[in-house]
């Protein structure tokens, strides 16, 4: 049985820290590919040299920054294109932050028993906020 060793690369977005019920970004992602191990190099070579071809430096791709122009919408289908051709694997955690808060008040102990955090006693007591002022 032959396997495949993989690189995996993650970044997130939606982080609001103590802020976590921002309306503006009701939403937590995390954002996972895999990447044969095989591949990363000519990977790296291929998009170093999309942004030579361009005169621009790769030095943090930010999809941000890419969403900002034709040219940059442009450079990011290439770099989709070539993730899809070397095999990557793309996994997604989108969650809802408004379900997901209950977690920082609520813990599962070692002994299976439910239990406050002290994140819910601080904010129980009336001290904190979810909000920013």
Request: glycine share 8%; charged share 20%; hydrophobic share 35%.
């Amino acid at each position: 049985m032959q396997t495949t060793a993989y690189q995996v690369y993650c970044d997130e977005s939606g982080n609001t820290g103590p802020s976590l019920l921002e309306p503006d970004q009701p939403f937590f992602v995390y954002a996972f590919i895999l990447l044969p191990s095989e591949t990363v190099g000519t990977l790296a070579n291929e998009v170093k040299l999309l942004y030579e071809e361009e005169g621009i430096s790769a030095k943090d791709l930010k999809a941000s920054q890419l969403w900002k122009s034709s040219r940059g919408l442009r450079r990011y289908e290439r770099i989709g294109t070539l993730l899809v051709q070397m095999g990557t694997s793309l996994c997604l955690s989108i969650i809802e932050k408004r379900y997901h808060s209950i977690l920082k008040f609520f813990q599962v102990d070692s002994t299976g028993m439910l239990r406050m955090t002290s994140s819910a006693r601080y904010f129980k007591k009336g001290v904190g906020s979810s909000r920013p002022n």
